[in-house]
């Protein structure tokens, strides 16, 4: 492994920091008590850094959304539930002919909201937004009341991923889908290691996600499905084995 490997969370965090930095600046020179306050700063900063670029990362995972939310592969359908919705970007890649009939954005992070709403005014779709963490918004919404469910980038942040797969689970109609993509802990043990060593720093200033949580995995194998597809996103890239942020894409479909 690399030393430059090793040092990828380094240089990625110093990356989107250059490029959120007026953004950040702004923030603490109008709420000056974000210096006081850890959680609500790291909420901040993340929206900041989302905000400066979102769009460069969702051009970065076309691909994945596209295979797992475009019209093409019929993956999603009927009332779709994004965890961590983010800016909304999940709606670019959806069927607007009528295939989706309500989306529901579970997004905690308030400063997220304005830019979810224009996507959401651009689709066309019917949306709803739970500005609240997935543990309450599973909660606010009735058992089998979802076809779909979306789980891109975000349950690196989710804290309890087992629990709240099940309660996910469990929000999905007989034959609903889940669908998944994320960064996860990697096969490499010594790239793994090196995941734990940066999560701390990591996971303080990225709004709780966490670089080493095997969520795929857990997925897969805690929950009945009818049929479970996973597949490693960087499988036959040497030059990614060692990565500190490999991905993993599930499709999941419910009895």
Not at 171 to 184: I, T
Request: aromatic share 8%; charged share 25%.
């Amino acid at each position: 492994m690399a030393w430059w490997e090793k040092l990828t969370p380094a240089f990625d965090l110093a990356g989107l920091v250059a490029k959120s930095l007026p953004r950040q600046l702004w923030s603490l020179l109008t709420r000056p008590a974000l210096l006081l306050n850890r959680q609500e700063r790291s909420r901040v900063f993340f929206a900041n850094v989302w905000a400066a670029s979102s769009d460069g990362i969702n051009d970065n995972y076309r691909e994945a959304r596209t295979e797992l939310l475009g019209p093409a592969a019929a993956h999603a359908r009927g009332v779709v539930l994004d965890v961590g919705a983010g800016h909304g970007h999940t709606l670019r890649h959806l069927d607007h002919g009528g295939a989706v009939t309500r989306y529901i954005a579970v997004e905690p992070n308030l400063g997220m909201h304005e830019r979810l709403r224009s996507e959401a005014a651009a689709a066309g779709i019917p949306c709803e937004i739970l500005p609240m963490g997935v543990e309450e918004a599973t909660q606010q919404l009735s058992p089998g009341s979802v076809d779909t469910v979306v789980c891109f980038l975000t349950l690196c942040s989710t804290g309890r991923v087992a629990e709240n797969a099940r309660a996910l689970y469990a929000l999905l109609r007989p034959g609903g889908r889940m669908l998944v993509f994320e960064h996860v802990r990697s096969r490499e043990p010594e790239a793994a290691s090196w995941q734990r060593w940066w999560t701390g720093l990591w996971s303080r200033w990225m709004d709780g996600c966490s670089l080493d949580v095997d969520s795929v995995e857990v997925i897969r194998r805690d929950l009945p499905w009818k049929s479970a597809e996973v597949r490693w996103t960087e499988d036959g890239d040497e030059a990614s084995r060692f990565s500190l942020f490999p991905h993993q894409l599930g499709i999941f479909v419910k009895p």
